[in-house]
């Protein structure tokens, strides 16, 4: 149980960090990943911080200079 308890832990400040940097630009994309301890077939959590960066990181691409400027001043710049 203490394994699961931590996957869901990692997940919960990946999708912390990304609602950080891209919650007020992605709005729909954060509430379509909401924090869940559903397990998948293999017995681990269903990776919803991780899910939220694949697909942010398809939407994120070089041409997107406003996303990508506010991505970085967020990171050096906390709290954003």
């Given at each position: 149980?203490?394994?699961?308890?931590?996957?869901?832990?990692?997940?919960?400040?990946?999708?912390?960090?990304l609602v950080t940097?891209f919650g007020s630009?992605?709005?729909?994309?954060?509430?379509?990943?909401?924090?869940?301890?559903?397990?998948?077939?293999?017995?681990?959590?269903?990776?919803?911080?991780?899910?939220?960066?694949?697909?942010?990181?398809?939407?994120?691409?070089?041409?997107?200079?406003?996303?990508?400027?506010?991505?970085?001043?967020c990171r050096s710049?906390?709290?954003?």
């Amino acid at each position: 149980m203490a394994g699961l308890k931590l996957q869901v832990l990692h997940q919960s400040r990946l999708k912390h960090a990304l609602v950080t940097a891209f919650g007020s630009i992605y709005k729909t994309i954060m509430n379509a990943h909401p924090n869940t301890e559903t397990l998948d077939a293999s017995g681990n959590v269903v990776p919803f911080g991780t899910n939220l960066l694949r697909t942010i990181g398809i939407k994120v691409v070089p041409e997107n200079a406003e996303v990508i400027t506010h991505a970085n001043l967020c990171r050096s710049h906390h709290p954003c």
